[in-house]
């Protein structure tokens, strides 16, 4: 179902326009927009990154990985899944390694910026797009599952943010969530990434469950590479005028496989029922009861 983000009418229809009000979200880039005063210039990042980020993903062994990691989660604890939004999804990446997974899943993808959506939309063609404020969304149990991947740390409300996804899942929905961890791991590559914070494991587990979630799986990865996001943190805090932290993107070949690997022997026990309790990133998959 949808709600009216004018009169909160919750009404189920093919279209936007609302049964009990007449509003209808206006169309940018033939895009639906439902925060327009956000579409071009919203917060927690900055629209001309989209460009590079299209560029240096799919041969990035982070990104790889982790969408490796987001296909298991899916497939293992939501199998049965009809429909799937992604918010904040960003240049599309990880709905297009989904769409490729799981062709008969209905896909949605959300993202605060326009020019996000211009790079997402020509990755998957067959998904629906909008642009919307993660702060209110325009749906009441639409969803058998959502994914926000690597999105909260940019927004100040995040518990608001749960709050209204939780509210967007069917019951008996999943949550999917990765998120950066550790907050003695903070440097200037999070500042460039417009991060807010990044998280301890009790703290998102703990909003997690305020928002009404129960937990599914929680996780660490990237975790045999954190001694040298380490050496890289210390690094970057000693030469911080020189430092590129879209640098850290860009990395030679042998070692962009090598770390490949590492991340694929971490999925491989995630996969066999292993926990790791640190690592740069966590996993959280939750249920809506």
Request: glycine letters at 8%; one cysteine or more.
């Amino acid at each position: 179902m949808k709600i009216c983000l004018k009169c909160d009418e919750v009404f189920s229809s093919n279209g936007w326009i609302c049964s009990a009000c007449g509003y209808e979200p206006a169309r940018l880039n033939d895009m639906e927009v439902h925060a327009p005063e956000f579409a071009n210039t919203g917060g927690g990042f900055k629209a001309e990154y989209f460009s590079e980020l299209a560029q240096l993903e799919s041969s990035n062994f982070w990104f790889q990985a982790r969408n490796e990691l987001i296909l298991w989660a899916l497939r293992k604890y939501q199998p049965n899944a009809s429909t799937f939004l992604e918010v904040g999804c960003g240049t599309g990446f990880v709905l297009s390694g989904i769409a490729r997974t799981f062709p008969k899943l209905t896909l949605s993808g959300s993202e605060i910026f326009l020019a996000g959506l211009s790079h997402a939309a020509k990755r998957v063609p067959a998904a629906h797009f909008i642009q919307m404020d993660a702060r209110r969304v325009p749906f009441v149990e639409e969803f058998d599952a959502i994914g926000a991947f690597d999105v909260l740390e940019h927004i100040e409300e995040d518990e608001k943010v749960l709050a209204q996804l939780y509210r967007a899942i069917k019951p008996g929905g999943v949550l999917l969530l990765t998120v950066p961890q550790h907050p003695w791991l903070w440097s200037a590559s999070d500042e460039y990434a417009c991060h807010v914070r990044r998280y301890t494991c009790k703290e998102i587990e703990q909003k997690v469950f305020t928002a009404g979630f129960g937990l599914l799986r929680s996780s660490s990865f990237v975790t045999s590479l954190l001694p040298a996001m380490m050496v890289s943190r210390v690094w970057q805090k000693q030469r911080t005028k020189e430092f590129d932290p879209a640098g850290e993107l860009k990395i030679n070949a042998a070692l962009n496989k090598f770390f490949y690997g590492l991340m694929k022997l971490e999925l491989t026990g995630i996969r066999a029922g292993m926990n790791f309790p640190v690592g740069g990133s966590r996993l959280i998959v939750a249920g809506r009861n």
